[in-house]
């Protein structure tokens, strides 16, 4: 009996710890084109003083150009507006040591210094990729994310002359004259395993240049519905029948008036990242269905405008099952069917009201 008390005990324990372990999921780049391009001055040192400068609008511009002038081999298109892409390199910090700066790089919205991918994971239309740049081809970085999987609360030009061989192939045969900086880039796939996860990351640049650094990514898909509570007011009515029920033993019209509270599903026609400090219009704007609670049972749909973060205006439209008159009664009378003296009909109504979304 006691093994038994002992045994149940650890289980709980064991089935904790594994669960955590399986939630933790690692997985490297899949290498799929080398790159180079000659620059004048060093464009990485360039990169990691627009960085620390704090432009980030200048930071992406910079980067896009940049990378727009690599030479891949295979060939490569990169679409920054439909893919994302980590750029890795290493710079010199403060106390001249050597670190490793990673950031994100897209075509269009990014919130500043926010690294965060919208919902990307092996298999997707939009793809996420890592670039490692380097002055020296003999530096390799080796990367590890590892994804915990979260729960879901209900995210080019081409250079004109692309050579068709890897320079270090052809480097035996022709000695050119290279310029000042060459810029050598290596291009990688990364097939994170959830759409939804908070990844760490584990860079280690072996080679000349070594260094070490972890940084942290969130991915997470961009939102597209929320959960809403509305307290409206009808601002008119239309009915198939005349609404009625019994007042005083008689059977008499019940105009449908004033207050009607409803739960609602918001959908919103472009998704938004609700991480951010600042709302969007894509976040403002909604249109939404629900359920209405009183004065009757019924449906709503209609279109929301946040003012505020957490609160919307919203009007629409609902329809409300109400009692009507059943064949053979008669308004001022009573009853002549107690147990069923009402038939069922519809009531359409219009409503603007306060939102409180979740």
């Not at 008390?5 to 650890?10: C, D, Q, S, W």
């Not at 979260?150 to 050579?163: D, M």
């Not at 147990?339 to 069922?344: G, I, M, R």
Request: hydrophobic share 40%; aromatic share 12%.
């Amino acid at each position: 009996m006691g093994r038994m008390i002992k045994r149940a005990g650890i289980l709980p324990i064991l089935l904790l710890v594994t669960s955590f372990l399986s939630a933790q999921t690692p997985c490297r780049g899949v290498k799929i084109a080398d790159g180079y391009s000659d620059f004048n001055d060093d464009p990485l040192a360039q990169l990691s003083a627009t960085y620390f400068s704090g432009d980030w609008q200048k930071l992406q511009h910079d980067s896009i150009a940049l990378l727009k002038e690599l030479q891949f081999y295979p060939e490569n298109k990169l679409d920054f507006q439909k893919d994302y892409f980590s750029v890795v390199f290493v710079y010199r910090d403060p106390e001249n040591k050597n670190s490793v700066l990673r950031y994100l790089v897209h075509g269009s919205e990014i919130q500043p210094y926010e690294s965060r991918l919208p919902g990307i994971k092996a298999g997707n239309r939009k793809k996420f990729y890592e670039i490692f740049l380097t002055l020296d081809d003999k530096n390799v970085l080796v990367s590890t994310y590892t994804s915990v999987k979260e729960k879901n609360p209900l995210e080019a030009q081409i250079p004109k002359f692309l050579k068709q061989f890897d320079p270090k192939q052809i480097g035996p045969l022709i000695e050119p004259a290279l310029p000042a900086k060459r810029v050598y880039a290596v291009l990688s796939r990364i097939d994170l395993p959830y759409a939804r996860a908070n990844v760490a990351i584990e860079d280690i640049v072996q080679g000349p240049e070594k260094a070490k650094a972890t940084s942290r990514l969130f991915n997470r898909p961009l939102t597209r519905f929320s959960f809403g509570l509305v307290s409206s007011i009808m601002a008119g009515s239309s009915t198939s029948d005349t609404r009625v029920s019994i007042q005083s033993g008689k059977i008499a019209e019940d105009p449908l008036t004033g207050h009607m509270p409803m739960g609602i599903l918001n959908i919103h026609p472009f998704p938004y990242d609700a991480d951010t400090d600042d709302a969007s219009w894509k976040e403002r704007v909604r249109l939404f269905v629900g359920g209405i609670f009183a004065p009757e049972f019924g449906f709503s749909g209609g279109a929301g405008l946040q003012l505020v973060r957490g609160f919307t205006l919203n009007a629409g439209v609902g329809v409300l099952l109400i009692d009507t008159l059943a064949a053979g009664e008669s308004i001022g009378s009573a009853p002549v069917n107690r147990d069923h003296p009402f038939d069922y009909g519809t009531a359409t109504v219009f409503f603007v009201g306060v939102g409180y979304n979740f």
